[in-house]
């Protein structure tokens, strides 16, 4: 069956940087568009970037110029570059694949 593993997140100052990955399994991974979600507490589950099959990518507003969404096939993985992390990025990161999810990875960003 399909399974999503992410990976890289943590405790961050503000201004800082991270790096998730998603490791994809048990599916065709390059036939599938890639997304992460996030979900901060007390609020619903939101877009935070994609990038699809053929690589076109789309970000949310309040992430772009911030964030980097790519993939790699052959590592069956899909990375996201976070920079200039504010204290609003703080939240659980989620992957996605068509309508599977992994089961998150935390990112909190303070001082």
């Known amino acids: 069956q399909a399974q999503l593993v992410e990976s890289g997140g943590g405790l961050v100052q503000p201004g800082g940087s991270l790096r998730l990955s998603c490791a994809g399994s048990?599916?065709?991974?390059?036939?599938?568009?890639m997304s992460w979600y996030r979900q901060a507490p007390g609020k619903e589950r939101e877009f935070v970037a994609s990038i699809s099959a053929g690589r076109i990518t789309n970000y949310a507003d309040s992430v772009k110029g911030r964030f980097t969404i790519s993939r790699d096939n052959t590592k069956k993985t899909v990375n996201l570059q976070m920079n200039s992390l504010k204290p609003e990025d703080t939240a659980v990161y989620y992957c996605?694949?068509?309508?599977?999810w992994g089961q998150g990875t935390q990112v909190t960003v303070s001082s």
């Open positions: 048990g599916f065709t991974f390059s036939n599938h568009g």
């Open positions: 996605k694949a068509f309508v599977w």
